[in-house]
């Protein structure tokens, strides 16, 4: 577990009951940017690898206060603020770009409203690998790793039509779980990830 200072107490991020699921997302673009294979077994330096990829996928100190803002707006836009629905709209773009140039996107999922900044773990981050956009119905498609599903293809599905209204993303597994979604600002690391155990 790891313990981060925040100015409203300190929060906990990398315990199983909160998940690793953003250091796992990182530590797999990891693997596939230096071409390296999946750790057969999650020893003690592999989890400790994930731990630090997770806070590097919080952006720490000021990335998760995205999560924050995402997670107390409405859905829907108002005359002073976008709803999520819009943000994630506004956010399409970078994602496209990003998987249009053939590499994966991390993706940070906000699947609660609270004003409680203790609720950020309930949040979930994902890898999208692919997409399907409709011009014409405007729906689209972003197919996904989930860490929560490893051995299943998962999918996110909403229409990008009318963004001021409030549209909930469909997790094709979990159903209308998530409110809305955005990139992180994933880092190659500049030396590959090394699992041994230290030689005594």
């Given at each position: 577990m790891v313990s981060i200072p925040t100015p409203f107490g300190t929060a906990n991020f990398g315990n199983a009951g909160v998940g690793l699921c953003g250091g796992m997302i990182y530590t797999a673009i990891d693997l596939f940017l230096f071409g390296l294979p999946v750790p057969p077994e999650p020893t003690e330096p592999v989890v400790r690898y994930i731990s630090h990829r997770l806070l590097d996928s919080f952006n720490f100190p000021f990335g998760w206060m995205k999560y924050l803002d995402w997670q107390v707006r409405?859905?829907?836009?108002?005359?002073?603020?976008?709803g999520i629905t819009e943000l994630t709209a506004r956010d399409w773009p970078r994602i496209k770009a990003v998987l249009d140039a053939g590499q994966l996107c991390p993706l940070g999922l906000v699947k609660i409203q609270s004003w409680d900044p203790f609720q950020l773990g309930h949040n979930h981050q994902v890898l999208a690998y692919g997409y399907e956009y409709d011009d014409a119905t405007s729906d689209l498609t972003v197919q996904i790793y989930d860490?929560?599903?490893?051995?299943?293809?998962c999918e996110l599905r909403t229409n990008l039509n009318e963004p001021t209204r409030q549209r909930q993303v469909r997790h094709s597994i979990e159903g209308e779980t998530v409110r809305g979604f955005f990139p992180t600002d994933y880092r190659r690391p500049a030396v590959p990830p090394v699992f041994d155990c230290p030689a005594f």
């Open positions: 409405h859905g829907h836009s108002t005359r002073l603020l976008p860490p929560n599903f490893p051995a299943d293809p």
